[in-house]
């Protein structure tokens, strides 16, 4: 079992649509929660951090950390088409000092 | 402000053949990562430089090797690269940001084939 696990997609919404990502894991020493957006042929750029449980909110997006639930979210209100990419979620945390990515869902988000 | 640069963007190698992918860091991170992505595999660590001076494996770091050369820059060498090489490279750089956390920031990416 991969420690952390997220769902590859695709997910295709219309514009307008409020866009929920997810990943779950494994590993409960896992402190620091981030999530990447990737357009195609670039590199990851880092979307937003959250630091233990609980929301983060920045403009259109939220994330929100369930540590009793070893579940983050990635929220998207509004979703645009230049919303449409991969997001890859990623944490670190306890004797690590490498960061673990999920394998990233692709989002696509139709005019 | 570059952030982090790689070199080349693309690259196609024979079989056998070896190379150095390059990058370098503007930001004043300590730690700095190489990486490899292929579809439905995610990012995979090969080699990560935690500090100046120190290097040390990551997940998948059979058939590579790694120089840290001073702070801005960690080179990648393919020694004798194969077709299970083929993908792309991304260096990322971490340093402590104003919040105490230690995010990532990424390369462009250097596309590699192997035939």
């Known amino acids: 079992q991969k420690e952390v696990e997220q769902d590859p997609g695709p997910l295709s919404v219309p514009e307008g649509a409020i866009v929920s990502l997810n990943c779950t894991y494994s590993n409960s020493a896992f402190q620091y929660f981030m999530w990447y957006r990737q357009y195609s042929r670039k590199g990851p750029e880092l979307l937003m951090y959250?630091?233990?449980?609980g929301n983060k909110e920045d403009g259109r997006f939220t994330a929100q950390v369930d540590k009793s639930s070893k579940y983050i979210s990635l929220f998207i209100r509004d979703s645009q088409p230049s919303d449409s990419a991969t997001y890859l979620c990623?944490?670190?945390?306890?004797?690590?000092?490498?960061?673990?990515f999920g394998t990233g869902t692709l989002l696509a988000v139709q005019p | 402000n570059a952030g982090v640069t790689q070199t080349p963007k693309f690259q196609v190698l024979k079989t056998g053949q070896s190379m150095t992918l390059q990058c370098a860091q503007d930001?004043?991170?300590?730690?700095m990562y190489w990486y490899r992505q292929d579809p439905g595999m995610g990012l995979r660590l090969i080699y990560y430089?935690?500090?100046?001076?120190?290097?040390d494996k990551g997940e998948v770091p059979n058939g590579y090797n790694v120089s840290r050369l001073n702070k801005r820059e960690f080179s990648l060498r393919l020694e004798s690269a194969a077709p299970s090489q083929t993908s792309v490279y991304f260096c990322?750089?971490?340093?402590?940001?104003?919040?105490?956390?230690?995010?990532?920031?990424f390369g462009p990416g250097t596309r590699l084939t192997v035939t």
């Open positions: 430089s935690a500090s100046e001076g120190t290097t």
């Open positions: 959250t630091y233990s449980s």
């Open positions: 990322a750089s971490s340093g402590k940001g104003l919040a105490g956390t230690y995010e990532q920031y």
């Open positions: 930001m004043n991170h300590n730690s």
């Open positions: 990623a944490m670190i945390g306890g004797a690590t000092n490498k960061l673990i």
